[in-house]
């Protein structure tokens, strides 16, 4: 059972991520400081730092972003018709990161500088990760595209794809979700190369 002391800090620390969360979200990253983050929180600058530092506060506040979103997507069913291809499919599972990609791009922007230094550790690339590939895996095996003995493979390859394509979007200028989408599903084709409808 945790002491009061422990749950001060446990309800300080989220208070303090619930904040720079609300913050990045509202103004993006490059101009939220620190001091910022811990006024609108009511704790010292030392106070956040103890959280993490301006940038692991991006890191969570994204991961969040994208983890609320993939529990609202039902990954059972992929939301497209049955004759569709497989990277039809594959692209449907995406797609809920894809609005957030495009709907947050200065924040996808310094998120994705961030992970590259590979200084801060982040969700999308451990349980997201997994998640992930199990849901590509169903896509590409669920009418025979893929056989069941070779899915986790190809899965993890389609996983490598969709990170590069989405860090390369971030890149750049574009905030078009369609030319996301429509770069992740020729990536997804020259993977998974079973296209006809099935």
Known sequence: MAT???RLKQDTRQRVLDTAARLFRERGSADITV???AQASGVSA???MTVGDKNALVVHAFDRLVAAEHAQHDPGEPDVPSA?????RLTDCVRPFVVIFTSQP??????ASILV?????SHLFTDLADRLREEFARAITRHGCTPSDSAPAVASALYFAYVG?????AAQNSHDPNVLLERLRAAFATICTCQEAR
């Open 106 to 111: 200065v924040l996808a922007r310094v998120y």
């Open 117 to 121: 230094t590979g200084e801060h550790d």
């Open 35 to 37: 001091r910022e983050i």
């Open 4 to 6: 009061a002391r422990e």
């Open 165 to 169: 394509v989405l860090f390369s979007w």
């Open 84 to 88: 569709a291809t497989c990277s039809d």
């Open 46 to 48: 030392g106070t956040v």
